[in-house]
């Protein structure tokens, strides 16, 4: 779900969004052996769809976050009624059959939040206590809430990653958040948007999930060239230590709308290049012909399974028949084998 076009900021705003910054890159890696080429194997049916008319998540069901606590899956996605996007949960024992728990988090009115979208979220179980930094505001903005059981959730009063200062690459806005540790600390891959609403991907680091530096030399990803499946917009990052390397899976978008997963690899978290554009993951699917995105992933067992977001309507944010499918990246004709 990428961001819809936004406000433009007042004074006061610019004035809040100055923010720490600081150089820095991801803990170094076990080098290993160039990576295998990689293929993808797609499920033919979505996962999760949307609820029945009337219910909270009846238009669209996006942007999976799964996490595993013990023997089950926790997958806070983003549901939209048509008005409202709001959180979710659902469980699971496999991946794949999932039982929906209900709404857990809804924009707050009267507060930074207002009343368009608290969801959109990335989550991370921490000792016994689930973090979730999810998006929400206009201009956009990401916060934190906190969790012991997933269903009741203590929220942050304030955002936890602001806009950035007049001019920046993010001054317009920050969103999809995504969160790995390493190393002791924690590392948020965001989107941010110019004045231009130029999206790009860029990187923050926090000891505590609350209280983060951008770094300084932000955007770490940029556009793709004139032509190519990422040339008008880039979000909803996903970044996984996995054979040696740091690696990304992104939503890009065209100019028509239509968006795909790439690929991008780097040994420190910081400088990136683009994987083989073989590797790009498009839609074949009626469910997914205009729309993959929200990447959340799991490596583990030699291969990487993939839970995203698809829909068969071209639109930057919303009423896309969205729904969740599965799919796995592995290397071609083989089992992984470690």
């Known amino acids: 779900m ?34 295998p080429p990689l293929e993808w194997q797609v499920r033919p049916d979505p996962v999760l769809g949307p609820g029945k008319a009337g219910e909270w998540d009846s238009v669209d069901v996006l ?5 595993r606590r013990g023997a089950l ?15 979710g949960l659902a469980t699971s024992r496999d991946g794949v059959r999932w039982t929906k728990q209900g709404q857990v988090l809804e924009p707050e009115t009267g507060s930074w939040e207002g009343g368009y979208i608290a969801a959109n979220g990335a989550a991370l179980l921490v000792g016994d206590e689930f973090f ?7 201009p956009p903005r990401i916060g934190l809430a906190r969790s012991r059981d997933g269903r009741r959730w203590r929220r942050h ?22 969160v790995l540790r390493a190393g002791g600390k924690f590392y948020l891959y965001y989107l941010g948007q110019d004045r231009a609403r130029r999206q790009r991907l ?42 040696g390397r740091y690696w990304m899976l992104y939503t ?13 690899l780097s040994p420190d978290g910081v400088h990136w290049e683009r994987a083989d554009p073989s590797t790009v993951l498009a839609g074949e699917r009626d469910w997914d012909s205009k729309v993959i995105c929200d990447p959340s992933v799991e490596a583990r067992n030699g291969e ?35």
């Open 202 to 243: 860029g990187v923050a680091v926090s000891d505590d999930g609350v209280r983060w530096w951008k770094l300084r030399t932000n955007p770490v990803l940029e556009l793709g060239a004139a032509g190519a499946f990422d040339e008008a917009g880039l979000g909803e990052p996903a970044v996984w230590a996995w054979r």
């Open 157 to 178: 009063p304030r955002p936890v990653l602001e806009t950035g200062p007049r001019g920046s690459w993010d001054e317009r806005g920050v969103a999809d958040p995504w």
């Open 63 to 67: 942007n999976p976050m799964v996490v």
């Open 2 to 35: 990428n961001t819809r076009p936004l406000l433009a900021l007042g004074a006061g705003a610019l004035l809040a969004a100055c923010g720490r910054y600081a150089d820095f890159t991801l803990p170094p890696l076990p080098a290993k052996a160039t990576p």
């Open 132 to 138: 979730y930094w999810y998006q929400a505001g206009e």
């Open 252 to 264: 890009g978008r065209d100019r028509n709308e239509h968006r795909r997963l790439g690929l991008a």
């Open 304 to 338: 990487v399974r993939v839970w995203f977001g698809g829909g068969n309507r071209a639109h930057p944010a919303e009423n896309i028949n969205g729904r969740i499918g599965l799919a796995t990246l592995r290397r071609a004709s083989d089992n992984l084998a470690e």
């Open 73 to 87: 899956y926790f997958n806070f996605y983003s549901g939209y009624d048509g008005r409202t996007w709001r959180t």
